[in-house]
C-alpha cells in the first residue's frame, strides 16, 4: 500500500510538470516496491522515472528505465505495461531519428494497445505515429493518423488531448503552404487553457517559424521570444540542481532556430548574446552569477543581461573562440578586445563525424602528426583557421565549445603552414563554458593569500578493478616539493578517504591535487568519483562523489585531477562535459585540469612536476600546463598526444 501510494504521487506530480519531484517519488515508490517484491508496483515505477527523466530532456537515462520496465512487464506478462513501456521508447527512438525502429516500436504497441481496447493508449500509438511521419516527412500518413489521434480524443471528450494532432496538424498545413489553416491551428493550440508547458512552446515554435518562412520578422521575432519565456518558466520550476542539467535539451531547438533567424538579420552581436544566455546556466546559478529572474520588457516577452564580449576578452587579455553547432549551418564568433567577427561553418553532423574519428585517432598507437591525419587538419582548417589572423602568436586563446566539440582537445589540431604542427605550438589554450563564465574570471593569482595545498591520493587499492598506481607516490613527492612543508598537507595511503577530504577544510587551500583513479559516469554524471581508499567502517565509502563534491565550497586557484576522465563522458545541452572537472567548478574553484581520456602514470608524473616547475616561475595555470604539454612533445618517449593531451584546462570564475 505505501509503494502504490508512493507511485500515484508521483504520477500526479509528473501529471503537474513537476519533474524533480516525479523523480524524487517515483524512486521512492521503486525502493518500497523491490523491497517488499511488488515487481508489478516495480516496473510500473521504473517506467514512470522514465518518463519523468524524458520530459527534463534526458532522453538517454530514460530509454535505459524505459527498456528496463518493458523487459520486467514481459517476465511479469503484463501485456499492458510492456505495451506502454514500449510506446515510450519508440518515442525516443523517433527523436534519434531511427525511424525503422520507432515505426516497428510503435505498430507493435498500437496492436498490443488494439488488442488490449484501451482507447488512451490507441490514442497515444496514434499520436506518437503521427509525430514520427511528420518528422520524417511523410505528410500524408501524418496526418492520417493525427485524424485518427484527434477523433480519438473527441470520442473520449478529453481537450487536452486534442491539442496535439492539432498541433501537429496545424505543421502539416504550414508545410504544405496553407498559412491561415496553420496559423489558426497554432495558436489555437498555444491559448487553450488545456495547454501543457511543452506544447505550448511547440506551437510558439512552430508559430515563428511559419512567420519567418513569410518574412513577417517582427512577428516571427515576438514568437521566438514567447517561446523562448514558456521554456524557461518551465525550466524555472525544476529545483533539483542535477535534473536542470538536461532540461535545456528540450528548448535547444528554439534557441538554434532564433540564433539562426537573429544572423540572418544581420544581427551577430544580439544571437552571439541570446546563444551565450543558453550556456553554463546551471553552473552559473549555482556559483549565483546569473539570476533566474530575467529582464521581461512587457509581460510575455524578455531580454537576456546585457553581454560585452570584447570587454571579457579584454578582461583574459586574450581571444576567444565561440562555436555553435547546428543542425542546418554552424558559428565561429571570434572575439578579441578590439572586434568581434562571425564565420559561417559546416552543420554540426559534419563536423561531428570528424571530431569522433579523430578523437579514436588520437587514443590510438598512431602518431597523427607523423601520418598526416586528414581529420586534425581539416578540423583546424574548419574551425580555426578563418579566425587565425585575429588571433596573436603565441597568445591566450580561450575556447568556448558546444556539442561533441566539449570531447576535443583543439591543442591537438594540426597546422599546415609553414609546416605540419599541433596548434599548441601557436597558442596557450584553455577550455570556459560562456562568456558570462569568463566575464566573472580571475587569474590574478599572485594577489591571494599564499599558496597552500592539499594534495592527496597514493591511496590503497579498494579492490582488483582499481589497482595501485606504481607512480603514484613518486607524483606526490614531486608535486610536494614545491611547496613549503607549513603550506602543505598530504593525506596519503590508508588515509586518503573520502571523508578525509571533507573533513580537511579544502576551502582554505589554493591548490588541490589528486593522484588517484577516476570514474565518468555517462548516465548520471554527478556520480563520476574519485577512487581513494576505502573507509574500513563503510563498504562503498572509496568514492569521492562528484555530487558530494559541489555541496563543499572551494575559494581554490587551481583543482587537479590527475585520474582518469576527470572531465566527464556525456556533455549536456548548454552545459558541456559535466563531471568532476564541472562538479569543481561549480563548487568554486577558478580553474581545474581535469583528462578527457585515460592517463599514463609515467608520462603524467613528469607532466606534473614540469608543470609545476612553471607555476614556481609565476606562470599562470594555462601557460604552465601548455609549457610542460610542449616538453613531452619535444622531449622524445612521450611526444605522442595519447600522453600530453587528455589533460585538459578549464576555466571557472
Known amino acids: 500500500m505505501e509503494a502504490s501510494s508512493l507511485l500515484n ?21 521503486y525502493r518500497a516496491s523491490k523491497k517488499t517484491d511488488a515487481l508489478d508496483l516495480a516496473q510500473t515505477a521504473l517506467g514512470n522515472l522514465g518518463v519523468a527523466y524524458y520530459n527534463l530532456g534526458d532522453s538517454e537515462r530514460a530509454l535505459e528505465e524505459f527498456l528496463s520496465a518493458k523487459k520486467d512487464a514481459a517476465e511479469l506478462g503484463d501485456k499492458i505495461g510492456e505495451m506502454i513501456w514500449l510506446r515510450h521508447a519508440a518515442r525516443i527512438y523517433a527523436d534519434r531519428n531511427d525511424t525503422e525502429q520507432a515505426a516497428k516500436s510503435f505498430r507493435n504497441a498500437l496492436g498490443l494497445a488494439t488488442e488490449s481496447g484501451d482507447p488512451n493508449e490507441v490514442y497515444r500509438n496514434l499520436e506518437g505515429m503521427s509525430w514520427l511521419f511528420l518528422q520524417t516527412g511523410n505528410l500524408d500518413e501524418a496526418a492520417k493518423y493525427a485524424d485518427q489521434a484527434l477523433h480519438n480524443a473527441q470520442d473520449r471528450h478529453d481537450r487536452a488531448d486534442e491539442l496535439d494532432p492539432i498541433l501537429v496538424r496545424g505543421q502539416i498545413a504550414a ?150 553547432l547546428g543542425e542546418t549551418r554552424s558559428y565561429l564568433w571570434a572575439i578579441t578586445p578590439k572586434q568581434t567577427r562571425l564565420f559561417t561553418l559546416p552543420p554540426s553532423p559534419e563536423i561531428e563525424a570528424e571530431v569522433e574519428r579523430y578523437r579514436k585517432a588520437l587514443t590510438g598507437p598512431a602518431d597523427v602528426l607523423g601520418s598526416a591525419n586528414e581529420d586534425g587538419r581539416l578540423l583546424y582548417r574548419t574551425l580555426v583557421l578563418p579566425a587565425r589572423p585575429l588571433l596573436p602568436k603565441g597568445g591566450r586563446v580561450i575556447v568556448i565549445p558546444d ?97 578525509s577530504f571533507l573533513a580537511s577544510h579544502p576551502e582554505q587551500f589554493s591548490h588541490i591535487h589528486f593522484v588517484a583513479h577516476g570514474t565518468a559516469s555517462r548516465l548520471s554524471p554527478l556520480d563520476s568519483a574519485i577512487i581513494l581508499s576505502r573507509d574500513p567502517a563503510e563498504s562503498d565509502s572509496f568514492k569521492l562523489y562528484a555530487r558530494d563534491i559541489i555541496h563543499h565550497p572551494l575559494q581554490a586557484d587551481l583543482v587537479t585531477i ?92
Not at 13 to 20: C, T
Not at 408 to 415: G, K, S
Open 9 to 29: 504521487i508521483g504520477e500526479v506530480y509528473s501529471l503537474e510538470q513537476r519533474l524533480d519531484e516525479a523523480v524524487d517519488w517515483s524512486n521512492a515508490a
Open 562 to 653: 590527475s585520474a582518469c576522465y576527470g572531465a566527464g563522458e556525456r556533455s549536456y545541452s548548454g552545459e558541456g562535459l559535466v563531471g568532476l572537472a564541472w562538479a569543481f567548478l561549480r563548487a568554486g574553484s577558478h580553474n581545474v585540469i581535469a583528462g578527457l581520456w585515460e592517463v599514463t602514470d609515467a608520462s603524467t608524473q613528469r607532466l606534473m612536476d614540469r608543470f609545476y616547475d612553471e607555476l614556481d616561475k609565476g606562470s599562470s595555470p594555462d601557460a604552465a600546463l601548455r609549457a610542460a604539454k610542449l616538453s613531452l612533445l619535444h622531449g622524445g618517449t612521450f611526444g605522442n598526444p595519447y600522453y600530453w593531451a587528455p589533460f585538459q584546462l578549464y576555466s571557472g570564475s
Open 403 to 499: 556539442g561533441s566539440l566539449n570531447n576535443l582537445n583543439f591543442e591537438t589540431l594540426i597546422a599546415s603552414d609553414p609546416a605540419p604542427h599541433y596548434w599548441i605550438e601557436d597558442a596557450v589554450i584553455a577550455n570556459a563554458s560562456s562568456l558570462r563564465v569568463l566575464a566573472a574570471w580571475d587569474n590574478g593569482t599572485a594577489k591571494r593569500k599564499r599558496r597552500k595545498m592539499l594534495l592527496i591520493g597514493n591511496s590503497v587499492a579498494p579492490n582488483e578493478q582499481y589497482p595501485a598506481l606504481p607512480n603514484a607516490q613518486a607524483q606526490m613527492d614531486s608535486v610536494a616539493r614545491h611547496f613549503r612543508e607549513p603550506d602543505r598537507q598530504i593525506i596519503a595511503g590508508k588515509q586518503a578517504t573520502p571523508a
Open 175 to 324: 508545410k504544405r503552404g496553407n498559412i491561415a489553416q496553420a496559423q489558426q491551428a497554432l495558436e489555437l493550440v498555444q491559448g487553450d487553457k488545456a495547454c501543457s508547458p511543452s506544447l505550448r512552446w511547440g506551437a510558439q515554435h512552430s508559430l515563428a517559424r511559419l512567420f519567418e518562412d513569410q518574412r513577417r520578422l517582427v512577428e516571427a521575432d515576438r514568437a521566438y521570444r514567447d517561446a523562448i519565456a514558456t521554456f524557461e518558466d518551465a525550466r524555472d520550476t525544476v529545483m533539483h540542481e542535477e535534473l536542470r542539467l538536461p532540461f535545456l535539451k528540450n528548448g535547444e531547438g528554439i534557441y538554434d532556430d532564433y540564433v539562426h533567424f537573429l544572423v540572418a538579420q544581420g544581427k551577430r552581436e544580439e544571437a552571439l548574446r541570446w546563444a551565450d544566455y543558453s550556456r553554463a546556466r546551471t553552473l552559473l546559478e549555482g556559483l549565483g552569477l546569473l539570476s533566474k529572474v530575467r529582464i521581461r520588457a512587457t509581460k510575455t516577452q524578455f531580454e537576456p543581461p546585457a553581454l560585452n564580449a570584447q570587454a571579457i576578452a579584454a578582461r583574459i587579455k586574450g581571444a576567444v573562440l565561440y562555436y555553435w
